[in-house]
Nanobody, 113 residues
Framework: QVQLVESGGGLVQPGGSLRLSCEASGFIFSVVDMAWYRQAPGKQRELVAGILGNGITNYVDSVKGRFTISRDNAKNMVYLQMNSLKPEDTAVYYC???????WGQGTQVTVSS
């Protein structure tokens, strides 16, 4: 069965960094597009970053230049490196597949002084 497990969230000060990880299993990871979404209280879930199986990436404008999505197909892992964090980045971050059929449990990121 498909499983996605996020980790790496936490409390960080503005300007700080976090690296989120998503461990995937139950499918042929290398050919599946992956993505990170986030959902803040009272807001809709939004796409933050995506990475195709071939490595092409895309980002929502608000995180361009600050976040980097990457993948390690040998380890079935996808990462989100988050730098220069802002309070508005506070949200639960979710890992998902290209079809959006499967989601991880989410990991909380809080950016606050």
């Amino acid at each position: 069965q498909v499983q996605l497990v996020e980790s790496g969230g936490g409390l960080v000060q503005p300007g700080g960094s976090l690296r989120l990880s998503c461990e995937a299993s139950g499918f042929i990871f290398s050919v599946v597009d992956m993505a990170w979404y986030r959902q803040a209280p009272g807001k809709q879930r939004e796409l933050v970053a995506g990475i195709l199986g071939n490595g092409i990436t895309n980002y929502v404008d608000s995180v361009k230049g600050r976040f980097t999505i990457s993948r390690d197909n040998a380890k079935n892992m996808v990462y989100l490196q988050m730098n220069s964090l802002k309070p508005e980045d506070t949200a639960v971050y979710y890992c998902t597949v290209g079809s959006r059929r499967y989601w991880g449990q989410g990991t909380q990121v809080t950016v606050s002084s």
